[in-house]
């Protein structure tokens, strides 16, 4: 089996300030994905990456960049982070990028912005 | 655009009774979408449950099933007699081409708390 670890786990943050979260899978999966999730909302897609140096931009890509330099790396970083803002970023993996296709998550970075 | 709406949580049963879940969808871009359950146990990654790719067909995993409902476009969990470890959020989702290339919507999850 496989494991996707996202770092940090937690993310404080002031307003304004650029910040990077960072995803690892030792799946070999070609698809990779940033989603945000808002308090009792459902997942938003903000980037996926359909093979290395890849970028596809989900309903949610603005005040956000993302970058897949290796094939078991997906970064996103928030380009100003905004006041009081609070969400849990959860980046997946699948083998294609299908619509049967299953996705595996990692644990979520959650974010808060002073 | 496409959306999935599922039941509002928290729900709470207690061990042994039956329980659903209801998640009905609107496909805009495609007229049989592929559906799907996930759930996030406590201390757990998000991760697949169950998926059906055909209309009519009924999809099962660890004693749930959802059958798609092409006619009322819904994709109902049910489990007949849940257990404590059930407990877990549970989200409905959709594949969507609509943009040109697919990705998942999701619903908004369904907090499910067994009472021993």
């Known amino acids: 089996g496989g494991i996707i670890t996202q770092t940090p786990k937690f993310l404080i943050g002031q307003e304004g300030q650029k910040l990077t979260l960072k995803c690892q899978q030792n799946?070999?999966?070609?698809?990779m994905y940033w989603y945000r999730q808002d308090s009792g909302k459902g997942l938003r897609l903000i980037y996926y990456?359909?093979?290395?140096?890849?970028?596809q931009k989900g309903d949610l890509s603005e005040g956000y960049d993302a970058s897949r330099e290796k094939k078991s790396s997906f970064s996103l970083t928030v380009t100003s982070a905004q006041k009081n803002e609070m969400a849990v970023f959860l980046c997946?993996?699948?083998?294609?990028?299908?619509?049967?296709?299953?996705?595996?998550f990692g644990h979520g970075t959650k974010l808060s912005v002073l | 655009g496409d959306s999935v709406t599922q039941t509002e949580g928290p729900v709470t049963v207690s061990e042994s009774e039956s329980l659903i879940i209801n998640c009905t969808y609107s496909a805009t871009s495609i007229a049989y979408p592929n559906l799907f359950w996930y759930v996030r146990y406590p201390g757990e990654g998000l991760q697949l449950l169950l998926k059906?790719?055909?209309?009519?067909q009924k999809g099962s995993s660890r004693g749930f099933e959802a059958t798609y409902n092409k006619e009322t476009t819904s994709f109902h969990l049910q489990k007949a007699s849940v257990q404590e470890s059930d407990s877990a959020v549970y989200y409905c989702a959709l594949g969507d081409g609509s943009s040109g290339s697919w990705q998942l919507i999701f619903g908004s999850g369904t907090q499910l708390t067994v009472m021993p």
């Open positions: 799946f070999n999966h070609d698809t």
């Open positions: 059906v790719i055909t209309a009519g």
């Open positions: 990456s359909i093979t290395e140096n890849d970028l």
């Open positions: 997946a993996s699948s083998i294609e990028t299908f619509p049967n296709e299953r996705l595996f």
